[in-house]
């Protein structure tokens, strides 16, 4: 069984940063890892993503400033240059055997 445990959220201020971390246990081999943010009264949407194949992608509205990496069985987010709209609870993605995991959500929130 595939699980994933995410942590780094908390309060930063405007312009800071923070790295976010999700450990996937169980896994033989994720097709594809990603991280969503859901802010309140939002849909989920989609931030950073590494498909099948390698490469990184990117939302327009964290380009340049987000990072998604992955090192053996953790995924990261560097966040940095954080916004108040960058306030979301965020959470972690794989796909494997055309199944997909999701894990319990962490919560940043950006203010001074």
């Known amino acids: 069984?595939?699980?994933?445990?995410?942590?780094?959220?908390?309060?930063?201020?405007?312009?800071?940063?923070?790295?976010l971390s999700c450990v996937v246990s169980g896994s033989i081999g994720s097709i594809v890892t990603a991280w969503h943010r859901q802010a309140?009264?939002?849909?989920?949407e989609l931030v950073a993503w590494i498909p099948y194949g390698g490469g990184?992608?990117?939302?327009?509205?964290?380009k340049g400033r987000f990072t998604i990496s992955r090192d053996?069985?953790?995924?990261?987010?560097?966040?940095?240059?954080l916004k108040p709209e960058d306030t979301a609870v965020y959470?972690?993605?794989?796909?494997?055997?055309?199944?997909?995991?999701?894990g319990q959500?962490?919560?940043?929130?950006?203010?001074s």
């Open 72 to 81: 053996k069985n953790t995924v990261y987010l560097q966040m940095n240059s």
């Open 91 to 102: 959470y972690c993605r794989v796909v494997e055997n055309g199944a997909t995991y999701w």
């Open 40 to 44: 309140p009264g939002k849909q989920r």
């Open 1 to 19: 069984q595939v699980q994933l445990v995410e942590s780094g959220g908390g309060l930063v201020q405007p312009g800071g940063s923070v790295r």
């Open 56 to 62: 990184t992608l990117y939302a327009d509205s964290v």
């Open 105 to 111: 959500g962490t919560q940043v929130t950006v203010s």
